[in-house]
């Protein structure tokens, strides 16, 4: 059965801080990996990544995708409070069409 | 460029009911796939259409259907309604193939 996994489940950290969030997944014809932030309302796209080793980057957030071991990082530098939010991975396998497939995201709250 | 639209925003219904949710792509996005969000669960996969045509379906019962009509504008159906269905229904669109879904706000649903 296909299935993403994300860690840790919850963060709290202080502004100015460097975080990593962690997604692993087993999907059969593995396409593509996502990141969504959800605050209170639709989930927004951050990034969608393809290719393993090629950073993607927009201003303090950034990601990378390594398709040997099976996983994906999002790294955010410099947080501030407007980074809380939940940070949810998802996974399109080719044999879906467009099922995504999330984890249970990461809910990172960011203190002044 | 208007976002995805969905109608209405909230709504409460009572166990045996059945309702109807609509969602409004972004314009020129042929894909229209529809989540259910809850605490427990969280984002799991309901359908996705395109063209009109249900492409895929998640693992729920024959009480959720859905459609789409020409325009791209999708529906989604739940009959004789149960408390577990008390959740947030999300709709996603994208143009097609191997791109970022983007989603709407939802519709939060809560059964009495």
């Known amino acids: 059965e296909d299935k993403v996994v994300q860690s840790p489940l919850s963060l709290v950290v202080h502004e100015g801080d460097t975080v990593t969030l962690n997604c692993s997944y087993e999907?059969?014809?593995?396409?593509?990996l996502l990141w969504y932030k959800q605050e209170k309302k639709a989930p927004t796209f951050l990034f969608m990544l393809?290719?393993?080793?090629i950073e993607k980057k927009s201003g303090r957030l950034s990601s990378i995708l390594d398709k040997k071991e099976l996983f994906s990082i999002l790294n955010i530098t410099a947080t501030q409070t407007g980074d809380s939010a939940v940070y949810l991975c998802?996974?399109?396998?080719?044999?879906?069409?467009?099922?995504?497939?999330f984890g249970a995201g990461t809910r990172l709250a960011v203190h002044p | 460029k208007a976002g995805v639209t969905q109608t209405p925003r909230y709504l409460i219904k009572t166990r045996g009911q059945q309702v109807t949710l609509s969602c409004s792509p972004i314009?020129?996005?042929?894909?229209v796939s529809w989540y259910q969000q809850t605490p427990g669960q969280g984002l799991q996969f309901l359908f996705e259409y395109f063209s009109e045509t249900q492409r895929n379906k998640g693992n729920f019962p024959g009480r959720f259907s859905g459609r789409q009509f020409s325009n791209s504008r999708s529906e989604m159906n739940v009959s004789t309604l149960e408390l577990g269905d008390s959740a947030l229904y999300l709709c996603?669109?994208?143009?097609?193939?191997?791109?970022?879904?983007?989603f709407g706000d939802g519709t939060r649903l809560s059964i009495l």
């Open positions: 314009s020129g996005h042929r894909s």
């Open positions: 998802a996974v399109l396998s080719s044999g879906g069409y467009n099922k995504l497939i």
């Open positions: 996603a669109s994208s143009p097609q193939g191997n791109q970022p879904q983007h």
């Open positions: 393809t290719s393993s080793g």
């Open positions: 999907v059969t014809n593995f396409r593509s």
